[in-house]
């Protein structure tokens, strides 16, 4: 998962853009910000986990709206295979343009989990690293993963980090997977549980989106 609060892009779309902050006003209100938030590929904005994410992370924000929605390939209970990448950045593009318009002024975040992260790592079939997007990013992003997601070795991820001009943060979840998801066997032996995990990712962004705002 990506995030990223455009001071005047987002990108977290990458996840996606441009200055998006549309009024200079710095009132408390208008600081509050709102999130576009992404599903991945397999399951729609209405899956338990984009539920729970939607909630955690708009408590954590104090965000005055987290707008999800579903792709074509996927609305209404199809599954069909994700169409080529230009199309769906075309929908998630519109899907920005009216929260700006119905929350002008408000700082936008563009949050997605896997292949609906505006900012992300993609790894094709040869194993070959495909960063040109996130080399190319100026604003702030911050990528949450599992320490066991094996779609993007943490190795990777670092050294593609390590190269990005943007200001970015990494938050690792011990033990999770592409999901977060953390075996009982692991949590026990942290003495922790999985929503404490997860709290722990949530409250993390939610520094990282602060901070990334008090800079702009």
């Known amino acids: 998962m990506a995030s990223s609060p455009p001071s005047k892009r ?30 991945g590929a397999g399951a729609p904005s209405s899956s338990d986990w984009m539920v729970r994410w939607k909630d955690m992370m708009g ?14 390939y996927i609305s209404g209970g199809k599954r069909r295979a994700p ?10 593009s519109d899907i920005v343009k009216m929260t700006l318009a119905k ?14 992260s505006s900012y992300t790592i993609f790894q094709g079939m040869s194993g070959t690293i495909r960063d040109e997007t996130l080399l190319q990013l100026k604003v702030p992003i911050m990528f949450v993963q599992g320490s066991k ?23 690792v979840i011990e033990g999770g997977d592409h999901s977060f998801k953390i075996a009982k066997k692991h949590l026990n032996s942290e003495g ?8 722990h990712a949530v409250q993390a962004i939610a520094a990282f989106v602060s901070k990334a705002l008090a800079g702009r």
């Not at 408590?59 to 074509?72: G, L, S």
């Not at 929350?103 to 609906?116: N, V």
């Not at 993007?152 to 050294?159: F, I, R, T, V, Y």
């Open 10 to 39: 987002r990108r977290k779309n990458s996840s996606k853009e441009d200055d998006t902050n549309g009024s200079s006003s710095s009132s408390p209100e208008k600081m509050t910000p709102v999130l576009v938030f992404a599903h």
């Open 103 to 116: 929350y002008p002024g408000h700082p936008l975040i563009l949050a997605g989990k896997s292949m609906g």
């Open 149 to 171: 997601d094996g779609l993007c070795p943490l190795e990777k991820l670092e050294a593609v980090r390590k190269k990005m001009k943007s200001l970015n943060e990494l938050h």
């Open 192 to 199: 922790t549980t999985q929503a404490e995990a997860e709290d």
């Open 59 to 72: 408590k954590a924000m104090h965000a005055v709206e987290v707008v999800t929605f579903d792709y074509p």
């Open 83 to 92: 169409p080529k990448a230009e199309k769906l950045v075309e929908f998630h």
